[in-house]
């Protein structure tokens, strides 16, 4: 919607900023109605300078723009599932030196979301079990939010995972959306360290629509040691197997990692924390999905009305720190008996 040259986005529907403007143009004139009596009517020019600043907030919320500036435009009419690998050996040190495994696919996983800007995401997890953490959403903030409060499968439940663990669960999300979209392509990142601990032989991963994506492998050969939880003293998980107690160690298999990559149809990458994800998307991504390139953008003018809005508001504060200064001036004056 636009006025002229300025162009709206609201964060909010239309009708329930305009609901909330009557009600504080109601309340505005109810407040000051009552208050006409009052010496130098103070009250109602609190009441006013209040709601003033509240009607410039909603007009933030309408989030008024001018064209100009450039945004990077992607194709957005795409499905994006990150299938991440929480098994307790995702708490392995031995990423990008002594980070966790897990801490590597949140930046990278932030990162593609980042360069994918636009599409759909959804987040699915496997340990013992897969679940979905969060649906197909075009709200970047709620992954990024799902992300940070991933944490490894704690070991008192670990019953051993398979890294095939989301196979099913993942080709139903797929085919249900493919079912509801049919010419929205599909694309898959699975991030794990490769180490399979069940006893039964991983699934073959499905290919059916997807269209793309990457196997991102976390970890090293030589492996690393695994805290028992994420609190800072919290102890190592130690080898219960050995004769010789000691720390658990988890390497990762690569070999596992190329393999499901074959099976899911896309190219494998090593993470290390050291190369950026572009390379790896410019070999995830099918040609007709590359970004479309600089597009034209908009200036936002919200921000101008929000300050607006905080600099009225600064009158109560002050206000009151006036009165109390005042105050204290009075009780200084007054003669001691």
């Known amino acids: 919607m636009a006025a002229g040259t300025v162009t709206f986005a609201p964060i909010l529907p239309w009708p329930v900023i305009a609901l909330a403007f009557v009600c504080v143009l109601a309340f505005t004139g109810w407040a000051v109605a009552t208050t006409r009596g009052t010496p130098y009517h103070r009250p109602a020019r609190n009441t006013a300078f209040r709601c003033a600043a509240v009607v410039l907030l909603l007009l933030a919320a309408l989030r008024p723009g001018l064209p100009g500036g450039h945004s ?15 098994s307790t050996s995702m708490a392995a040190e031995d990423y990008n030196g002594a980070e966790t495994r897990l801490s590597g696919v949140r930046k990278d996983v932030m990162a593609v979301a980042k360069e994918l800007a636009g599409a759909k995401f959804a987040l699915i997890t496997f340990d013992s079990k897969a679940s979905v ?24 439940y670990a019953k051993g995972s398979s890294v ?96 499901i990559a074959e099976q899911l149809k896309v190219p494998y990458s090593h993470r290390t924390g050291t190369a950026p994800t572009s390379d790896m ?6 040609g007709a999905l590359v970004a479309n390139g600089d597009g034209p953008g908009r200036v936002e003018l919200y921000w101008l009305l929000a300050l607006a809005a905080f600099l009225i508001a600064l009158n109560e504060p002050l206000r009151h720190l006036g009165a109390l200064l005042n105050l204290r001036s009075a009780q200084q004056k007054e003669p001691s008996a």
Not at 72 to 86: E, G, I, K, L, W
Not at 133 to 154: E, I, K, S, V, Y
Not at 281 to 286: M, S, T, V, Y
Request: aromatic share 4%.
């Open 72 to 86: 990077q435009t992607a194709a957005a009419d795409m499905d994006v599932y990150f299938v991440v690998d929480t």
């Open 133 to 156: 953490r969060m649906p197909l959403t075009g709200d970047a903030t709620a992954l990024q939010t799902a992300m940070t409060t991933l944490q490894p499968q704690n070991t008192r």
């Open 164 to 259: 095939s663990g989301a196979s099913q669960l993942l080709k139903e999300k797929i085919a249900a959306a493919h079912k509801e979209h049919p010419g929205r392509p599909a694309l898959v990142f699975y991030a794990g360290d490769g180490e399979n601990t069940s006893a039964d032989a991983p699934a073959p991963m499905d290919a059916s629509n997807v269209a793309g994506g990457a196997v991102l492998g976390y970890g090293t050969a030589e492996g690393g040691r695994m805290k028992e939880t994420t609190d800072a003293d919290a102890g190592y998980v130690r080898d219960k197997t050995s004769d010789t107690p000691r720390d658990a160690v988890s390497k990762a298999d690569e070999a596992q990692l190329r393999s």
């Open 281 to 286: 998307l410019g070999k995830a991504q099918p």
